[in-house]
């Protein structure tokens, strides 16, 4: 059954239900709030070669606006996961279909703050505001394990094969074993500032950490690390290091954003430690992701533009611009075949944009859906 033969048998139960674009009343779908751009717009003199269109929104209640968080995963299984509130929400990519929402506790005060997913399974990480890690097996819906030691809010999550790195705010990086009945097998500090991202290079040599006082930390693969251990390369920025992700095909190359007071986009060689490439985004950005199939990077930007900004590797030039949300595109992650983006905004609105080389003769939504 198809997404669109299902979609009028959708129950409230499962937090789906259909928006009607004429009728909505939705803060993004008002008239009266419509920009400039919409959707379906692109920056002027692009048309030819974005290679991207919308091809499903969704309505989602209780994302958090929160810039330093992680809450959106794309599996190697064709399963996303996106935390609203205490709720993680499994969405079948193939089938277009929602599959589990987890639910920690709607009447506690806690609230998911990072997820991440498992690339040999389907289990998925996610740690909370009062720091614990809990572990999940979707495939069976049961939760393996809880594992504690953070003291604060858990705003990241890396998987580097059994090995999960977790970062809090308080600056501390920890390594679990999920195998081990004695999880906790190793710590190192990034500052005494929140760590914002965190990821493990795509050769598993290397992690990289971000953190809100504009420093990045790359450390050699020893989970067993103590907190006396220092970081292999540090690199300093104006503001906030939120954005980040390694390139799929250069394992000693990595991209970064500055946030709100730097609104640059930078590409490093952490083995020379050198600036690849630089430009002045002139926005806020937020999330990352490489483009492997046309070697590119988008940007999902905040303040003033909030767009997704296509950028050319290596020289860093303006391709195209998608303008669908109408606040900070906050979270983006591909799809396992590299064709399709979901994007999560600050304005309670998610896309997938369809990733294609061909120019459709017309673009439009198949459908809307709410996330409750």
């Known amino acids: 059954m198809t997404a669109r033969e299902n979609k009028h048998v959708l129950s409230e139960k499962e937090g789906l239900r259909i928006c009607e674009k004429p009728k909505c009343l939705w803060k993004g779908c008002q008239d009266g709030t419509k920009e400039k751009h919409d959707a379906d717009s692109i920056s002027e003199g692009t048309e030819n070669l974005l290679p991207l269109e919308p091809e499903m929104r969704f309505h989602i209640r209780g994302l958090r606006n929160d810039y ?18 205490s709720v993680v929400h499994i969405w079948n990519g193939e089938n277009h279909q929602n599959v589990k929402n987890i639910d920690l506790c709607s009447s506690c005060n806690y609230y998911v703050a990072s997820i991440a997913w498992m690339r040999e399974n389907s289990w998925l ?14 495939e069976i819906q049961k939760k393996l394990r809880t594992m ?23 600056g501390y990086i920890h390594h679990h074993d999920i195998r081990a009945a004695p999880h906790h097998i190793g710590v190192v500090r990034q500052s005494k500032q929140s760590v914002c991202s965190l990821q493990w290079s795509p050769d598993h040599k290397h992690l990289a950490s971000g953190s809100s006082d504009g420093l990045l930390n790359i450390w050699p693969n020893d989970p067993g690390a103590t907190r006396e251990c220092r970081p292999l390369t540090s690199i300093s920025h104006a503001s906030a290091v939120k954005a980040m992700m390694w390139c799929p095909w250069q394992s000693d190359v990595i991209a970064t954003g500055g946030g709100i007071k730097d609104r640059k986009l930078h590409i490093w060689n952490i083995s020379s430690v050198k600036s690849l490439e630089m430009t002045d985004t002139r926005s806020q950005i937020c999330s990352l992701l490489w483009l492997p199939s046309t070697r590119e990077l988008i940007a999902g930007e905040g303040y003033p533009w909030n767009k997704m900004t296509l950028w050319r590797y290596p020289m860093l030039s303006n391709s195209a611009e998608l303008c669908g949300h109408k606040g900070r595109v906050l979270h983006m992650s591909l799809s396992p075949e590299g064709n399709r983006i979901f994007s999560a905004g600050a304005d309670d609105t998610a896309y997938v944009w369809k990733y294609r080389r061909m120019k459709p003769n017309s673009t439009h939504f198949q459908e809307d859906i709410y996330f409750n």
Do not use: C, M, P
Request: no cysteine.
């Open 125 to 138: 990480a996610f740690a909370t505001s009062d720091g614990e890690v809990q572990l999940w097996d979707v």
């Open 148 to 170: 504690f030691g953070h003291l604060s809010v858990v705003g990241a999550l890396s998987w580097n094969g059994h090995i999960l790195s977790s970062a809090s705010r308080l």
């Open 68 to 85: 330093y968080l992680n809450l959106l995963d794309w599996s190697h299984k064709n399963l996303l996961a996106l935390a609203l509130g």
